[in-house]
């Protein structure tokens, strides 16, 4: 217990300077992979919340199709975006990022067609 009062205070004292951290001019790599990190972070939260709102406006079958190209997409997503090697496990972080904001606005384009002229579940 001791041991996890401690790292979470070392944590807490992190924060104002991770809040302070310029992404617009990192001061090295590992700086700017915590940017492109919290970027992606949010896109991906982004995605979750539009799958979200999509998939209760459509019916039973509409759901199925959504999320079998959903996770068809995570595993071309993470083929594009990602590869693991002897040394380790890499994620081009762009990528995923780039990757994530093209199937947001689907899924948005989806929700938008449900609202206006009916879901169309032929265009998952």
């Known amino acids: 217990m001791k041991t996890l009062l401690l790292a979470t205070s070392f944590v807490l004292a992190a924060l104002p300077a991770l809040a302070q951290q310029n992404c617009d001019k990192p001061r090295d790599d590992f700086d700017g992979l915590y940017c492109l ?16 709102d999509l998939a209760p406006r459509l019916q039973a079958d509409g759901r199925a199709k959504l999320k079998e190209t959903q996770l068809a997409w995570i595993e071309e997503r993470n083929a594009a975006c990602s590869r693991r090697i002897d040394s380790g496990f890499y994620v081009n972080l762009s990528c995923a990022t780039r990757t994530t904001r093209k199937r947001l606005e689907f899924l948005q384009e989806r929700a938008r067609e449900c609202r206006s002229a009916g879901c169309q579940p032929s265009k998952f």
């Open 37 to 52: 990190n919290k970027v992606y972070i949010e896109t991906d939260a982004e995605l979750n919340q539009a799958y979200k």
